[in-house]
């Protein structure tokens, strides 16, 4: 059963960094793409970044050179580094195995003064 547990969010002020964490169990972790998603406030959830499992990475553009999408896969994780963060980055974040349809809890990311 695929299970995909989040962390590292909280409460940032703009320009400020998290490092969110994602650890997978259920599958072959390093067979898979794997994506993180975002979703803000009264909309729909929207692809951030995907790395495929030969390490080739996209960023969704208004979080490129801000945000990185890395796995480490000798420990099943996978990684969201985030600066410079802002206002319209505040959301609840995911990750999530491409293909699949299985969502972890999530982890809310919050960018204020």
């Known amino acids: 059963q695929v299970r995909l547990v989040e962390s590292g969010g909280g409460l940032v002020q703009p320009g400020g960094s998290l490092r969110l964490s994602c650890v997978a169990s259920g599958f072959s972790f390093k067979d898979f793409m794997m994506a993180w998603y975002r979703q803000a406030p009264g909309q729909g959830r929207e692809l951030v970044a995907s790395?495929?499992?030969?390490?080739?990475?996209i960023h969704l553009e208004s979080v490129r050179g801000r945000f990185s999408i890395s796995r480490v896969n000798s420990y099943n994780t996978l990684y969201l580094q985030m600066d410079n963060l802002q206002p319209d980055d505040t959301a609840v974040y995911y990750c999530?195995?491409?293909?699949?349809?299985?969502w972890g809890q999530g982890t809310q990311v919050t960018v204020s003064a």
């Open positions: 999530k195995k491409i293909p699949g349809d299985t």
């Open positions: 790395i495929t499992n030969a390490d080739s990475t």
